[in-house]
């Protein structure tokens, strides 16, 4: 389910909320909502919003930290990638056929590595290595070097194209939300009773009713923020596929 699905749902609970407490006050008999009752209710909803709030500020900080490693990963991933193709282009016209395999294996390394985030399907599907990706490591090893300087050329080649499988395989591995769905829906819950509690003891009117949506629109936002975070390639603030697209020029005829 996407941010935007979860958000607009954990709103219409959190409303949802407000309004039960407006029924709740027209239902109930007086006596029930007494001064004692009253303290109480303060009482337990200022634990309950004391929790939520760590809770929430627990999950953004999550959140921002799995964002930023995996943006950290493409830009060390892209970085790898121009390494590589100086590399491939100091040992000579040799290596050009896999320099020309290596700018083909990017653009499909890019298309899939944001599909994947973005399809449920994809998700589900093992991890497979595009046949571009492996026919590159195949030409990068049948390079024939010819003295000292290609051998250790060929060799940092090789070791920086590992490096780019193993990034390439850990951001495989992160395409699933971080947040965990059971948080999510415990922390809704708890929001829901607060505000609950916010119109059970005060009497609607304009400024009440319209106060509650806009902090339930607040609080629904700040969700949408943590799952935005937590699927950086898809969203308003999905990582940018263009400086991995575009880390290398095509090679001259």
Known sequence: ????????????????????????RNLLPGH?????????????????????????????????????????????????????DNLLAQYGPEADAARNLMRRGVVILADRMWRENSSDLAKTAPFEASVESEAFYTKLQELSPKNDFQRSLQARAIQTSTDVAQTRLLLFAQTTNSIPMPFLVVLIFWLTIIFASFSLFA???????????VFA??????????????????GLMQISSAPLRNALAPLSP
């Open 32 to 84: 029930h909502l007494s001064t004692d009752a009253k303290d109480v209710v303060r009482l337990g909803t200022g634990l309950i919003g004391t929790i939520a709030a760590l809770v929430l500020g627990l999950l953004i900080a999550s959140a921002k930290t799995s964002y930023d490693t995996q943006n950290t990963q493409i830009k060390q991933m892209t970085a790898n990638i121009v390494l590589l």
């Open 203 to 213: 009497k609607p009117n304009a400024i009440i009713i319209g106060s509650l949506l």
């Open 1 to 24: 389910m996407s941010a935007i699905a979860l958000s607009c749902i954990a709103f219409v609970g959190i409303s949802g909320g407000a309004l039960l407490g407006m029924f709740l």
């Open 217 to 234: 629109l607040s609080a629904a936002g700040a969700i949408y923020l943590v799952l935005e975070l937590g699927q950086p390639f898809v």
